[in-house]
């Protein structure tokens, strides 16, 4: 592997990267992520130094996680590996009361919420993914981080790569939005977050609140969106992702055995208050999904779209 900079970070509990860090997966085909045969993850990302992409090896015989960084951005990017690996996560406190939540902490109980620090990474693709179906969302994120972003240094070539920077998609003209199937609503609230950039890094400074604040200040984005963010970016274990398609109606069914709204959705992880996107992703991770009955939703190309 072509040399890069390096760092090993040695570990208390088990590590598994395809758990950890599959949040950051945008689709089978997002070009800023890649699996390896051997488990390793590698990213590329947009840091406040500059594009820079990051590789990493689990090793449980030695209890470490190798880590090798390339570009502007490698330093950074190793100091953010403790953090991106859930090092700053706190489970303590919570109790996995149903039987279900209580298996998948068994399984899982290695995974923390991880904090990327990276908050326009995390919003871009969210924004792209909102009310419309996630093949769409994928292709169109797909297309514009290769037509406008970059190849990530390193020995990746051309199969991994970094996203654009925020002066780079506020530059994107609106017929390559519509190219890419999104539509003037999601581009212009990417454009707007863009232009922002600044402030919306500052949300790593800030308590967890303010930053929801911050961030659902913005045109286009709303309580999904920001919980999108929050949950990559920030940390935040509880941010439940209110509002999307299939998260009420799988936590419903693997809780109570039936889809269940928002609003019961609340009811049920009330118990769980702190801990409720923690309850969200143990249950993803198990692989709890109502079963998928009938067609699937077809894709919607250029309709209005509200904060999300």
Do not use: N
């Not at 990051?54 to 090798?68: D, G, K, Y």
């Not at 991880?114 to 169109?140: C, H, M, N, W, Y």
């Not at 019961?264 to 208050?273: C, K, N, S, T, V």
């Amino acid at each position: 592997m072509t040399e890069g900079k390096q760092r090993v970070w040695r570990i208390d509990r088990e590590i598994s990267l395809r758990a950890q860090l599959s949040a950051f997966q945008r689709g089978a085909g997002d070009p800023t992520t890649r699996w390896g045969a051997d488990g390793s993850f590698a990213r590329g990302a947009q840091t406040p130094d500059g594009p820079g992409a990051l590789h990493l090896t689990s090793r449980p015989a030695e209890a470490t996680v190798e880590a090798i960084a390339w570009g502007p951005g490698a330093d950074w990017l190793l100091e953010s590996v403790p953090d991106l690996l859930g090092s700053g996560d706190d489970p303590s406190g919570f109790e996995p009361r149903h039987p279900v939540i209580a298996d998948a902490w068994r399984r899982f109980s290695h995974w923390r919420v991880p904090r990327s620090r990276l908050v326009l990474d995390a919003l871009v693709p969210a924004v792209i993914e909102q009310k419309v179906t996630g093949q769409e969302a994928f292709s169109g994120y797909r297309r514009l981080v290769r037509r406008f972003g970059e190849p990530a240094p390193g020995p990746f070539g051309a199969a991994l790569w970094v996203p654009p920077p925020a002066a780079g998609w506020a530059r994107i003209p609106s017929w390559a939005w519509l190219q890419a199937s999104v539509d003037g609503a999601r581009s212009r609230a990417v454009v707007g977050a863009a232009r922002v950039a600044g402030r919306l890094e500052q949300c790593v400074g800030l308590t967890l609140p303010q930053a929801r604040s911050r961030l659902t200040a913005l045109p286009g984005i709303g309580v999904w969106t920001a919980a999108e963010v929050s949950q990559r970016a920030l940390g935040d274990a509880d941010a439940v992702s209110f509002g999307d398609y299939h998260v009420a109606k799988d936590i419903g069914w693997a809780l109570i055995g039936r889809p269940v709204d928002d609003a019961r959705l609340a009811e049920l992880l009330e118990p769980y208050a702190g801990h409720r996107y923690r309850v969200q992703q143990l249950l993803a991770l198990a692989g709890h999904r109502r079963p998928r009955r009938g067609h699937r939703m077809a894709p919607r190309t250029h309709l209005p779209t509200r904060a999300r």
